[in-house]
């Protein structure tokens, strides 16, 4: 309050010297048409100057040239940050018509533009925030969909792979081979623009979850597959030979080997998982990536798409640190 | 009690198990020596079912099992769940243990009674610690096998095979991969057994515990048995077979 009454006054004083009724006076339209030929030709400095000379009016006279002229004059002052200068003519304005739209406007512009980057970054956390964490509840429940269905998925499609029995075994090579040989953009939709066509509509969240689990399914399986095959064979023979089916050897005795594992390898996956959730954003779910991208594109504020990185790096963090305890935890029967 | 007749591996062009016979009796202990690559591992194999056989038959108390012919005359093997019934009947000790390494000295043993057996937790609990105390390894019950030592393995690994209560045992060279000072407690753990009647099969290439175990001796070369008799016999100095005489120099 104090800066800008300040202001006021020493803005007002080179104007407001010249008394209403000397003689010479410009006349203020003149000024108000000079100053705007000085704005067509460049000269801003020069055109500030001449807006300014534009004198306040007296009480009872129209006030429209003055604050037209000084609504230029603070436009200009903002163009060239100059937000202290610009503030005060608002300011000058808002003495007289307090509920001038444009000089309301300027001022809020000046305010935004004066916050510190940090503040407004938080201020816009505060805003914005709470529709981010609603977004990102979608996403993790996407993650962990995809998290539970996958491993499933996978293991029987891995064994399908491993399988003696040639036709059975191509078959799962062929569904690994597509999931894993093209992209999941265009898995996710050919499940959601495409399928329809075949007379299967999906509602996104369910074409969601079937391209993610069916993508992450074939590429757990070849980290299932691999793991399977690294356990050594006597393991199954042990199994075998204490009378065990091949069914029983694997359930009881080679998969539960692999957990740990598995356990970098499909932590790796998860973690790419949290990030390709943003994919489904194109098949019209709303997660946290379409969230940040619709606040952005309203605002064009690019700290919310900032906002959207943390929480992302919070995600993949958190999933991190979980799975190299679980691997911790599952190598007990370790020996190091 | 299990028989073999004219049994037949071949591996491409390579018989590794040459037409052979073995009438295993009750109560027997047979020991198999031979030079490297003579067929002793792919017979045993064959009598677990875990190699199949190309020509010959398995009998058990005078009953053909796990192989019928096809049209063309070949053996084929039975259904996995028939091998997998015969074979929880033979108990098999590895050269290289195989214990389950994400499961306690005494779950390896319980295993085999709950997964196949499918018998009562409490009874299977009280068996697996029965037969920890057989081979002298109460006190590692809980201990994970990579805490063990190679003979402590060896023996676990006999405890889970007899878990099964087989007919037979079959030893794979199960003190070849211990260090010296670690045979002797797998031999005694293995006497011991064939103090209380067990009947065993054990391939092994220590002369001593072969002649102190056996009751019969069968000396293997390129898949065929060239001598099979009594222990004394074998090592006497009325031996003239050459090719048992230069292995015997040499192992001795
Ligand atoms: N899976 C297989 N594929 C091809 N050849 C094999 C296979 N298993 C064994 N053989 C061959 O069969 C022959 C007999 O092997 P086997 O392992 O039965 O000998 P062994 O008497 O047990 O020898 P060792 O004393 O070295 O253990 C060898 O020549 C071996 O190379
Ligand atoms: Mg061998």
């Known amino acids: ?336 | 009690m299990i028989e073999l007749q004219g049994v037949v591996k071949r591996f491409g062009s390579l018989s590794a198990v040459d037409g052979v016979d073995l009438d295993i009796e009750k109560g027997q202990r047979i020991v198999i020596i031979g030079p490297s690559g003579s067929g002793k591992t792919t017979l045993l194999r064959m009598i677990n079912f875990l190699e199949k056989m190309d020509e010959g038959s398995i009998l058990m108390e005078g009953k053909e099992v796990g192989y019928h012919k096809d049209k063309k005359g070949r053996l084929v093997m039975e259904k996995p769940h028939v091998i997998s019934s015969l074979r929880s009947e033979i108990g098999m000790v590895f050269q290289h243990f195989h214990l389950f390494p994400h499961m306690t000295a005494l779950q390896n043993v319980m295993e085999g009674p709950l997964t196949v057996k499918k018998e009562p937790r409490e009874e299977v609990h009280k068996l697996a610690l029965d037969l920890l105390v057989r081979v002298g390894l109460q006190d590692k019950k809980d201990a994970y096998p990579a805490f063990l030592s190679g003979g402590q393995k060896q023996r676990v690994a006999i405890a889970r095979a007899l878990a099964m209560r087989p007919k037979l045992m079959l030893f794979d060279e199960p003190t070849s991969a211990l260090d010296p000072e670690l045979v002797g407690e797998v031999f005694t753990t293995i006497k011991n057994l064939a103090g209380e009647g067990i009947t065993m099969v054990i391939v092994t290439h220590q002369m001593g515990f072969a002649r102190e175990i056996a009751d019969r001796v069968i000396f293997m070369d390129n898949g065929r048995f060239i001598f099979e008799g009594h222990p004394e016999d074998l090592f006497s100095d009325r031996m003239e077979h050459p090719r048992i005489k230069t292995f015997l120099q040499k192992v001795l």
Do not use: H
């Open chain 1, 1 to 336: 309050m104090l800066i800008s009454a300040l202001s006021l006054l020493l803005l007002i004083t080179p104007a407001g010297v010249l008394p209403a009724d000397v003689p010479g006076k410009p006349d203020q339209y003149e000024l108000l048409s000079q100053g705007t030929r000085l704005v067509q030709e460049g000269m801003l400095d020069e055109a500030v100057e001449k807006f300014m000379q534009v004198p306040p009016p007296v009480p009872g006279e129209d006030a429209g040239v003055f604050v037209r002229s000084r609504m230029e004059a603070a436009r200009i002052l903002f163009s060239k940050k100059d937000f202290r200068a610009s503030a005060g003519l608002c300011d000058e304005i808002l003495c007289i018509l307090p509920d001038n739209i444009d000089a309301n406007n300027l001022a809020r512009q000046i305010r935004v533009a004066e916050t510190p980057e940090w503040l407004k970054f938080l201020k816009d956390m505060k805003t914005y925030l709470p529709t981010l964490v609603k977004a990102t509840s979608m996403t993790l429940l996407l993650v962990f969909i995809t998290m539970a269905i996958s491993p499933v998925g996978g293991l029987f499609i891995a064994l399908g792979r491993i399988s003696r029995n040639k036709a059975v075994s191509s078959v799962f090579w062929f569904y690994i081979w597509i999931f894993r040989g093209t992209p999941l953009l265009l898995q996710l939709f050919f499940i959601y623009y495409g399928l329809p066509s075949l007379g299967i509509t999906l509602d996104p969240f369910a074409a969601a979850v079937m391209g993610l689990g069916l993508n992450y399914s074939a590429y757990l399986a070849e980290i299932m597959r691999g793991g399977i095959e690294s356990i050594d064979a006597g393991q199954m023979e042990a199994a075998k030979a204490i009378g065990m089916t091949y069914w029983q050897a694997m359930r009881r005795i080679i998969v539960p080997q692999t957990y740990k594992r598995l356990v970098p390898p499909v932590g790796n996956e998860f973690i790419a998982l949290i990030k390709d959730t943003a994919l489904v954003s194109t098949i019209a779910m709303v997660e946290l990536m379409r969230a940040a991208n619709q606040i952005f594109s309203a605002t064009f504020n690019v700290y919310i798409l900032a906002q959207a990185a943390i929480i992302y790096l919070v995600l993949t963090s958190i999933f991190t640190v979980s799975f190299r305890k679980l691997e911790d935890r599952l190598g007990v029967y370790e020996n190091r």
